[in-house]
Nanobody, 122 residues
């Protein structure tokens, strides 16, 4: 059984930083791409970032490019999302997910974590 557990969310002021972590178990972590998505109240889940199985390829949503960095440590079965220069519009529940390809569509990911809340105050 695949399990993804996010951590690191919280309340931060605009301009601040947070680092999210997602610990994976139950599958060969290093064989799969890992993505981050977010969902704000009343909005659809949206793509944030994705990283290839070996970390060699990354892709970001335009809204976070230059501010967020996705990385992974396959020895620790963990993927990270470093979020800098946070804005109030970044407020959302952030989810990690695992999939076979580097894609931006949520339905192409087969396992999801429970989410971690990020709140950015103005």
């Amino acid at each position: 059984q695949v399990q993804l557990v996010e951590s690191g969310g919280g309340l931060v002021q605009a301009g601040g930083s947070l680092r999210l972590s997602c610990a994976a178990s139950g599958r060969t972590f290093s064989s799969y791409a890992m993505g981050w998505f977010r969902q704000a109240p009343g909005k659809e889940r949206e793509f944030v970032a994705v990283i290839s199985w070996n970390g060699g390829t990354t892709y970001y949503a335009d809204s976070v490019k230059g501010r967020f960095t996705i990385s992974r440590n396959n020895a620790k079965n963990t993927v990270y999302l470093q979020m800098n220069s946070l804005k109030p519009e970044d407020t959302a529940v952030y989810y990690c997910a695992t999939g076979r390809n580097i894609v931006v569509v949520a339905t192409d990911y087969d396992y999801w974590g429970q989410g971690t809340q990020v709140t950015v105050s103005s």
